[in-house]
């Protein structure tokens, strides 16, 4: 069957993408999300099954191998547009002309928490910190908490997580209650700060631990701080006295990754 085709910039399955694009609410009163570019809606084949696949002539032709018949067939919609409607709707400088629709991964309630390593993110705010951390806890086999940050459904979180937002466990809630949930698992929340009289990272286990990262400008709140079990800090040699969130959190989560 020959797909659907779009020439309108005004349709309105096109307003409704660009619209997914933009805002967070949408995202989340629909349960759906976007994804752009070839190897971000290919490579999560058996994960992610596009409601609609949006896609120029071009770039089917071009991409056949990937766009292949078996690929298309998990699509609910495959709908072909034209080049100058690509470009509207692109976020990236170099577009493939390939975008989906998708739905939303499941964030699951702190509540439902089973006590494996945990990292929690206090109000991180910039998605390309997010998107790194995500990756880096996939690759570390750890769960992240999610409290007050930017949305992880956001098309630059996405596009820097590379498929990783689909395999790392997800709890996101209220920070108390967050830190609630892991602490009647007998879990230990540490706060990441930057303090002389913290414990050291490296030089304490992280055993039955949960480590809280805060955001990128401001750290940790000091009533957050207040609300955990200790304090952990990660040594420094030269003139700086912090690192970027991502890459504490990456340090950090090495270190958890070791826990029995």
């Known amino acids: 069957m020959e797909p659907k085709r779009i020439t309108s910039p005004r349709n309105e399955l096109?307003?409704?993408?660009?619209?997914?694009?933009?805002?967070?609410?949408?995202?989340?009163?629909?349960g759906?999300?976007?994804?752009?570019?070839?190897?971000?809606?290919?490579?999560?084949?058996?994960?992610?099954?596009?409601?609609?696949?949006?896609?120029?002539?071009?770039?089917?032709?071009?991409?056949?191998?990937?766009?292949?018949?078996?690929?298309?067939?998990?699509?609910?919609?495959?709908?072909?547009?034209?080049?100058?409607?690509?470009?509207?709707?692109?976020?990236?400088?170099t577009s493939?002309?390939?975008?989906?629709?998708?739905?939303?991964?499941?964030?699951?309630?702190?509540?439902s928490y089973g006590g494996e390593p945990l990292v929690i993110l206090d109000m991180i705010r910039d998605p390309g910190n997010m998107g790194t951390i995500l990756r880096t806890a996939d690759a570390m086999g750890i769960s992240v908490g999610i409290c007050g940050c930017c949305d992880e459904l956001s098309p630059k979180v996405v596009r820097s997580a590379?498929?990783?937002?689909?395999?790392?466990?997800?709890?996101?809630g209220g920070f108390e209650e967050m830190l609630g949930a892991v602490h009647r698992k007998g879990i230990r929340t540490m706060a990441a700060v930057?303090?002389?009289?913290?414990?050291?990272?490296?030089?304490?286990?992280?055993?039955?631990?949960?480590?809280?990262?805060g955001n990128e400008a401001n750290g940790i709140p000091a009533e957050h701080t207040a609300l955990c079990g200790g304090r952990l800090t990660i040594?420094?040699?030269?003139?700086?006295?912090?690192?970027?969130?991502?890459m504490a959190a990456g340090l950090i989560m090495w270190e958890l990754s070791g826990r029995k």
């Open 14 to 30: 096109i307003k409704h993408y660009k619209k997914l694009c933009k805002s967070s609410s949408e995202r989340r009163e629909k």
């Open 32 to 93: 759906l999300f976007v994804l752009e570019g070839l190897r971000v809606v290919t490579d999560l084949k058996g994960m992610v099954c596009p409601r609609i696949l949006l896609v120029t002539e071009e770039a089917l032709g071009k991409y056949a191998e990937r766009l292949d018949e078996d690929f298309l067939r998990t699509c609910g919609e495959v709908i072909v547009i034209d080049r100058d409607i690509a470009d509207d709707i692109a976020l990236t400088e």
């Open 96 to 111: 493939q002309q390939v975008f989906a629709v998708c739905d939303a991964p499941v964030r699951s309630s702190p509540e």
């Open 162 to 172: 590379v498929g990783s937002l689909f395999r790392v466990r997800l709890y996101a």
């Open 194 to 213: 930057i303090s002389r009289d913290a414990e050291v990272l490296g030089r304490v286990s992280l055993d039955n631990s949960a480590v809280v990262i």
């Open 235 to 246: 040594p420094m040699k030269g003139s700086i006295n912090s690192l970027n969130a991502a």
